[in-house]
């Protein structure tokens, strides 16, 4: 149980161009949904956290006009990358917790890559 | 500003050998605490959890906490070179969902 599927895994395009990718619960209702950057060698960055149907909370330091963060529905977060450039490159992933002590479970991140 | 730290290894164990993961965190509110596996270039993937003190078994894995002392371990029985990885400490933050994570142990498996 508790599977997070996040969509696409690898992303190439040019700089300017927006990206969006999805994270959906698949079988649980996630109420919580978070969003992480990983560089290379790095740990887990928190970009933002965001609950169904609320405006998400950024982390300090995140641009909400340049990440954004939509939870319309208990299974599906998308985080929008707009016009991204090549400092945006990084290894993007989401989690997803439920109601309760549960624990975040992750999905298997997306690899952007802006050129 | 609530921190969860970690020796960033590498360590190093021959197959067989029991590996010991140790995370000290400093906010005395957390109730929760999390042990993430990560393969390099791959998400975390949870391998325990564990929200009361003592050991808590599941397979070859062992999480130990001891919240007065604020600190939280992992113990690998039978290590397996497929045990390599990065071990992530995550501690849930009193009164929020979010997870503060230590900058993970790499553990190495030597055949």
Redesign the interface.
């Known amino acids: 149980g508790?599977v997070v599927s996040?969509h696409p895994s690898w992303v190439i395009c040019k700089s300017g161009t927006s990206v969006k990718i999805e994270c959906r619960s698949l079988d649980f209702q996630a109420t919580?949904m978070?969003w992480y950057r990983q560089f290379p060698k790095q740990?887990?960055m928190?970009m933002a956290?965001s609950n169904e149907g609320s405006k998400a909370t950024y982390e300090q330091g995140v641009e909400k006009d340049k990440f954004l963060i939509n939870h319309a529905s208990l299974t599906l977060s998308t985080l929008t990358v707009t016009s991204a450039h090549p400092e945006d490159s990084s290894?993007y992933?989401c989690s997803a917790?439920g109601t309760g002590?549960q624990?975040?479970?992750?999905?298997?991140?997306t690899r952007l890559s802006i050129l | 500003q609530k921190e969860v730290e970690q020796n960033s290894g590498p360590l190093s164990v021959p197959e067989g050998a029991i590996a010991s993961l140790n995370c000290t965190y400093s906010d005395r509110g957390s109730q929760s605490f999390f042990w993430y596996r990560q393969y390099s270039g791959k998400s975390p993937e949870l391998i325990m959890f564990i929200y009361s003190n003592g050991d808590k078994e599941d397979g070859r894995f062992t999480a130990q906490l001891n919240k007065a002392s604020q600190y939280v371990s992992l113990l690998i029985r039978d290590s397996q070179p497929s045990d390599s990885a990065t071990y992530l400490c995550a501690v849930k933050e009193g009164g929020s969902e979010k997870l503060v994570f230590g900058k993970g142990t790499k553990l190495t498996v030597n055949p």
């Open positions: 508790a996040q919580t978070f740990s887990l928190l956290t290894f992933i917790t002590f624990p975040q479970h992750f999905g298997d991140g």
